[in-house]
């Protein structure tokens, strides 16, 4: 399995953080005003359809090179329409698997890993779409 279904979003109680930006100037970061700064809603910057969101675990290296790698958690909504050129989660031959979709000039699920090919879905087969991918959440573990 390219992927492993973690679980749909909950509605739950505001969880309001910090946020800075990069790049803005040293002088608004002094760390004894964090208890001063504005929160900002995870659920609500991740979230564009908080029930209709699933979370999924990527387990390959089939999209590294667009930036998906192997233990990030996608955010994917059912909600969205899976135009060309998305990043979808689909059931294709009994896996599930995150890849592109292309639709033209014939449908296929595009893998972004030289390691992987590219899968052709012929025609009366049955490829389902759950959703599309919005977000990733990646971790920099750095040897922890």
């Not at 399995?1 to 100037?25: F, T």
């Not at 700064?37 to 675990?57: K, T």
């Not at 972004?112 to 959440?137: A, R």
Request: proline share 6%.
């Amino acid at each position: 399995m390219a992927v492993q279904l973690l679980g749909r979003s909950d509605a739950g109680p505001q969880l309001n953080l910090p946020l800075y930006i990069e790049g803005q100037s040293a002088d608004q970061a002094d760390p004894d005003d964090f208890d001063e700064l504005q929160g900002v809603d995870l659920n609500s910057l991740c979230l564009r359809n908080p029930q209709a969101s699933l979370f999924v675990a990527m387990d390959t290296q089939a999209m590294e090179d667009a930036g998906i790698h192997a233990g990030d958690v996608l955010v994917v909504d059912r909600a969205l329409k899976p135009d060309q050129g998305r990043v979808i989660l689909a059931g294709f031959q009994g896996d599930l698997l995150v890849r592109e979709l292309v639709l033209r000039p014939s449908p296929r699920l595009i893998a972004k890993h030289p390691d992987f090919e590219d899968l052709i879905i012929p025609e009366h087969s049955e490829l389902v779409v759950y959703g599309v991918v919005t977000q990733v959440i990646h971790s920099l573990r750095m040897g922890i």
